[in-house]
């Protein structure tokens, strides 16, 4: 659900350009597009621990 088009790239090298097409397409077809589900923003509440170092 969260991989979309938008947010994939395909890369390749040393390969010729119709035939990564001729392979990728059938695997990507289905690939959804649009916009990714929105996480609900975390919350901070804050805090601080600190632990004394040993001093031997």
Not at 1 to 11: K, P, Q, S
Not at 35 to 55: H, M, N, Q, T
Request: hydrophobic residues 35%.
């Amino acid at each position: 659900e969260n991989y979309t088009a938008e947010r994939m790239v395909l890369a390749a090298s040393g390969v010729d350009h119709e035939e990564l097409l001729t392979i990728a397409e059938p695997l990507l077809c289905d690939v959804r597009s649009g916009a990714p589900l929105e996480e609900p923003r975390s919350i901070y509440v804050g805090g601080d621990i600190r632990y004394p170092a040993d001093s031997q």
